[in-house]
């Protein structure tokens, strides 16, 4: 399977607990993105890499929210602390940088916080 | 902050029929694209039109796109059960990092 992944797809979690997300892009894609999706509304954008740099955080990404992505290659989200406000659908995306900025998705991990 | 609206929020019609969505979004776009939601799933691009494109087809989809109002509207043709979705409206505005901006989406039934 070359498409974007996702790993875990289900964490359930209690409430003040650290969680890691992983996500692997398509393999020729140097540019990844991250969002966060709740019910009913559409996906809001997160972070965005360029290779390994980081290069736009939107103001949802609170200090308890990090995202690295060392080697350009995969990506990991983590949220230190979790709240039961950031229960979500976390979801991954990648593209080609000279393209036309068509992002291909992953399947998302949704995040349950007790 | 969501881009894009689209309009309406919810459609449902039965199997055959076509259906439009609108989309409005507030700033200048180098592109506009389009994608598709199963329920709890990953989102899946359909198409994608241009600033200074005004019309894209892609097989029972057809886009078009009003920059002068902001606007583009989706057509789905002879519509299948199996387009049974969410559908969303994307744009990356420009002088921005390529970020895409998703609108609130367009709840779509297709009744058999």
């Known amino acids: 399977d070359t498409g974007v992944s996702q790993d875990p797809r289900h964490k359930i979690t209690k409430r003040g607990q650290n969680v890691t997300f992983r996500c692997d892009p398509i393999s020729e894609h140097n540019r990844l993105y991250w969002y966060r999706q709740t019910l009913g509304q559409g996906p809001e954008f997160l972070t965005y890499?360029?290779?390994?740099?980081?290069?736009?955080k939107s103001r949802l990404l609170s200090d308890r929210f990090s995202a690295e992505r060392p080697k350009g290659s995969f990506s990991t989200l983590e949220i230190q602390r979790t709240e039961q406000g950031d229960s979500a659908m976390y979801l991954c995306?990648?593209?080609?940088?000279?393209?036309?900025?068509?992002?291909?998705f992953g399947p998302g991990t949704r995040l349950t916080v007790l | 902050s969501q881009q894009g609206e689209e309009d309406p929020q919810a459609l449902s019609i039965q199997e055959g029929e076509n259906a439009t969505m609108n989309c409005s979004y507030k700033t200048s776009i180098n592109n506009l694209q389009w994608y598709r939601q199963n329920s709890g799933r990953g989102l899946v691009h359909l198409i994608l039109i241009r600033s200074n494109e005004r019309e894209k087809h892609s097989g029972r989809l057809r886009v078009t796109l009003d920059t002068s109002k902001k606007s583009s509207s989706l057509l789905i043709t002879a519509s299948r059960a199996a387009d049974t979705a969410s559908y969303f409206c994307?744009?990356?505005?420009?002088?921005?990092?390529?970020?895409?901006?998703f609108g609130t989406g367009t709840k779509l039934q297709v009744i058999p």
């Open positions: 994307a744009t990356d505005a420009t002088g921005g990092y390529q970020k895409v901006t």
């Open positions: 995306a990648s593209s080609f940088a000279g393209g036309r900025n068509e992002q291909f």
């Open positions: 890499f360029q290779n390994e740099a980081q290069l736009e």
